[in-house]
């Protein structure tokens, strides 16, 4: 299985500053069609899972800009601009290239 | 508006079986490649079960720990997906995710095993 090592598992910033959280996978997760399935989602407290970056860089549906994805074969960061409140909870990498399906161990974002 | 609705969960003994039911609407779900997830109490999150659309013959795919125990299904007439769970185990105990790939998930349902 495809192992995604997800750093740091905790941040704590001020509102207003910007994070970055970076995500490795054991292989390259370029697929056969020339597309890499890395995506990114965001579990708010009390909530399930919300996809929030596609495909390395494409923000998900009512994702603000202030997020923004890069990367690529084995190598890959979430950026947020300007962290704001709302962004608190636990961001998770997940490959969808090879199967089975494997997730990160999440980083947790608290609000200083 | 995309809706996913799970039901199903509980508590039950080792061994014993569960259906999770997923009602959804909203999107044209007879093409959707449909998704279970879980969630264990540690909050690690872990792919369980996929089925294709009637397109694909509905071909299904589990995780390793899963095959042979869970069933993934699902009834277009009903826009609705269902996992049954038998012989389960402790270690089976999570919040159950449907979702549609990583798009669209559900509230989530707790299944829990203990004696």
């Known amino acids: 299985d495809v192992v995604m090592t997800q750093t740091p598992p905790s941040l704590s910033v001020a509102i207003g500053q910007s994070v970055s959280i970076s995500c490795k996978s054991s292989q390259s997760l370029v697929y056969s069609d020339g597309k890499t399935y890395l995506h990114w989602l965001l579990q708010s407290p009390g909530q399930s899972p919300k996809l929030l970056i596609y495909q390395v860089s494409n923000l998900g549906s009512g994702v603000p800009d202030r997020f923004s994805g890069t990367g690529s074969q084995k190598d890959f960061t979430l950026k947020i601009s300007r962290v704001e409140a709302e962004d608190l909870g636990v961001y998770y990498c997940?490959?969808?290239?090879?199967?089975?399906?494997?997730f990160g161990s999440g980083t947790k974002l608290e609000i200083k | 508006e995309v809706q996913v609705l799970e039901s199903g969960g509980g508590l039950v003994q080792p061994g014993n079986s569960l259906k999770l039911s997923c009602a959804t609407s909203g999107f044209t779900f007879s093409t959707a490649w449909m998704y279970w997830y879980r969630q264990f109490p540690e909050k690690r999150l872990e792919w369980v079960a996929r089925i294709k659309a009637k397109s694909n013959n509905y071909a299904t795919d589990y995780t390793e720990s899963v095959k042979g125990r869970f069933t993934i299904s699902r009834d277009d007439s009903k826009s609705s997906i269902y996992l049954q769970m038998n012989n389960l185990k402790e270690e089976d105990t999570a919040i159950y995710y449907c979702?549609?790939?990583?798009?669209?998930w559900g509230q989530g349902v707790m299944v829990t095993v203990s004696s």
């Open positions: 979702a549609y790939y990583f798009d669209y």
């Open positions: 997940v490959q969808a290239t090879h199967f089975p399906l494997t």
